[in-house]
């Protein structure tokens, strides 16, 4: 019941995604906003991403698990609601914070909750959570764009997004869950289990602003590269993005299968190392085809990477999933702030293939991150000894 819930609540949290990209157009047209101006809304909304990540140790202190969620979700509800009607520019940067806030909430809490099964029922659930955002990721570009042509109105894009979350939050208020979920709270603190003091754990946040980074870098600048630095017409550069979510999703199916046969560590590592080489190739190779193969293979190798080292970490802390998630999260959500910029600035001053060079660098360092830390098969020895 309770991997259920997760699912449906990362299906509308990849739904959501893309909204602030659909929507720029008119907001900009709406306000008259300069492009860098009009580009705060996506800062306002990783701030308040990170925002939640960092502070849901100390809530989930105070708050139960069940109505914390339930708050997330009711904020970004209303947050969706409210954007598109805000009268001034820098009340739509609060409300855009707010959902920033609200959707991070629900992504910690039910990566917290997943990551604190059992093992053999956490693996395959950590993967298919991941490929429920998968699924809502592709989708919601097409199914938003579809209302937005019917209804005549951009401000559907917000709205649509915060029904499903009215609709969610009913959901999550009636559901009959374990007494485990609704008493559930984080008890580690500095004289407990002080993971930010552990080495292994700073190997793994390092991994995670690597991974999110280059994923949200990729997912970004693939169009620009592939027209401008390929020649590929603008049209068809615009697929590379669908080809590369077409692996991650295709990926995180696969995985969520195969991830019970495999250590964490041992599939980090080859799954890193994967992404090292098929980034490399995309910036190397010159054919259209082969392009379009290498993209979509990053997007394979990349599929499992977050929710691997998501499992990892709470194996290490079994009984902080909470600080482990959150922690991790946060290094996610700067990853997504300063990966972007950093190719940015590369293609300014050389060009996107070498920025696209250096993620694959950075995915070496992640392998070599990786290779110090336990095995799985000894963190569970150390639980049972």
């Known amino acids: 019941m309770l991997e259920r819930y997760s699912y449906l609540a990362f299906v509308f949290i990849g739904i959501i995604a893309p909204v602030h990209g659909l929507a720029m157009p008119y907001l900009i047209a709406n306000f008259s906003l300069s492009l860098g101006i009009a580009g705060l809304l996506f800062f306002a909304g990783s701030l308040g991403y990170i925002t939640a990540s960092s502070t849901y140790p100390l809530l989930q202190r105070r708050i139960s698990v069940r109505r914390l969620l339930l708050i997330g979700a009711v904020l970004t509800a209303l947050s969706l609601a409210a954007l598109p009607v805000m009268p001034l520019w820098a009340l739509a940067l609060v409300a855009a914070y707010l959902t920033g806030v609200g959707s991070g ?35 919601g570009p097409i199914v938003m764009s579809r209302l937005t042509a019917w209804t005549g109105q951009w401000m559907i894009l917000y709205w649509s997004g915060a029904i499903l979350f ?185 060009s996107l293939a070498a920025g696209i060079l250096i993620v694959a660098v950075m995915f070496i360092l992640s392998v070599l991150l990786v290779v110090p830390l336990p095995a799985e098969s000894l963190l569970k020895q150390r639980r049972n000894p």
């Open 105 to 139: 909430v629900i992504e910690v809490g039910f990566n917290a909750l997943i990551a604190g099964l059992e093992p053999d029922r956490a693996k395959p659930a950590m993967n298919w959570l991941h490929f429920a955002f998968s699924i809502g990721a592709l989708s």
């Open 166 to 350: 009215v609709l969610f939050s009913g959901l999550w208020h009636q559901a009959q869950l374990p007494p485990s979920v609704s008493a559930a709270q984080n008890n580690s603190n500095a004289g407990n289990e002080r993971i930010l003091a552990s080495l292994q754990f700073w190997l793994l946040l390092i991994s995670m602003f690597i991974y999110v980074g280059a994923e949200v870098a990729l997912a970004g600048w693939i169009p620009t590269f592939l027209n401008t630095e390929r020649s590929i017409a603008v049209d068809t550069a615009a697929i590379g993005v669908s080809v590369l979510w077409a692996g991650l999703t295709v990926g995180r199916a696969i995985c969520s299968k195969l991830s019970s046969h495999f250590d964490t560590r041992t599939l980090l590592i080859i799954l890193c190392s994967g992404s090292a080489v098929s980034t490399a190739l995309t910036a190397s190779v010159q054919a259209p085809w082969l392009l379009f193969l290498w993209i979509f293979l990053t997007g394979l190798f990349f599929s499992a990477i977050f929710p691997t080292i998501m499992l990892h970490g709470t194996a290490l802390f079994p009984h902080a999933p909470g600080e482990v998630t959150g922690g991790l999260v946060t290094a996610a959500g700067i990853g997504a702030l300063v990966v972007p910029a950093l190719l940015g600035f590369v293609a300014e001053y050389a």
